[in-house]
T-cell receptor, first 117, second 114 residues
Framework: DVKVTQSSRYLVKRTGEKVFLECVQD?????MFWYRQDPGLGLRLIYF???????EKGDIPEGYSVSREKKERFSLILESASTNQTSMYLC????????????????FGAGSRLTVL | GDSVTQMEGPVTLSEEACLTI???????????LFWYVQYPGEGLQLLLK?????DKGSNKGFEATYRKETTSFHLEKGSVQVSDSAVYFC?????????????FGQGTRLTINP
């Protein structure tokens, strides 16, 4: 089974701090995603990456950046954390395409709950 | 753009009750449809999916049928268990959009009482 590992389950940061959220997957998936999850809003896409060194803005990229230097690792960066970025952050990876039962299915990490004070 | 609308929650049922969680979508292309489940303290995991009209996805006693005419993908289970308590997300992936992003509904929290 694909495993997606998020390095921190819980973080508490102060306003203005730089925050790194790390995500690693072990199945050589091309696509990786960062979502934030907020009550009543479901999952909103922050950034995604088709492949190494490629990135695309999602629906709510403001205040975030990403890095994908290696295929297995996709990092989310909050350059200057703000209280409205307090949320649950979910990383996911996917093998794209239409062939086979596993194609186009997201595999999620357990999430990183960030609190910004 | 594409969107998914789910039944408002939370939903509370007794064990062995019948469950339906409604999901409707709008899409410009021919989307694949998914139900993901999030158990307490965990990330999301795929529950079932359907890739074309009239397909039925099923898993763990849950079923959902891709209805193109009503643009719906309702989740059903005939007899729920306490262990089914979780948050359920309906989602679509529209390959016609090129980006292959998943669009999620807002989630429905389900609580099953013994």
């Amino acid at each position: 089974d694909v495993k997606v590992t998020q390095s921190s389950r819980y973080l508490v940061k102060r306003t203005g701090e730089k925050v790194f959220l790390e995500c690693v997957q072990d199945m050589d998936h091309e696509n990786m995603f960062w979502y934030r999850q907020d009550p009543g809003l479901g999952l909103r896409l922050i950034y995604f990456s088709y492949d190494v060194k490629m990135k695309e803005k999602g629906d709510i990229p403001e205040g975030y950046s990403v890095s994908r230097e290696k295929k297995e690792r996709f990092s989310l960066i909050l350059e200057s954390a703000s209280t409205n970025q307090t949320s649950m952050y979910l990383c996911a990876s996917r093998r794209p395409g239409t062939g086979g039962s596993g194609a186009n299915v997201l595999t999620f990490g357990a999430g990183s709950r960030l609190t910004v004070l | 753009g594409d969107s998914v609308t789910q039944m408002e929650g939370p939903v509370t049922l007794s064990e062995e009750a019948c469950l339906t969680i409604n999901c409707t979508y709008t899409a410009t292309g021919y989307p694949s449809l998914f139900w993901y489940v999030q158990y307490p303290g965990e990330g999301l995991q795929l529950l079932l999916k359907a890739t074309k009209a009239d397909d039925k996805g099923s898993n763990k006693g849950f079923e959902a049928t891709y209805r193109k005419e009503t643009t719906s993908f309702h989740l059903e289970k005939g007899s729920v268990q306490v262990s089914d308590s979780a948050v359920y997300f309906c989602a679509l992936s529209d390959l016609g959009q090129g980006a292959q992003k998943l669009v999620f509904g807002q989630g429905t929290r389900l609580t099953i009482n013994p």
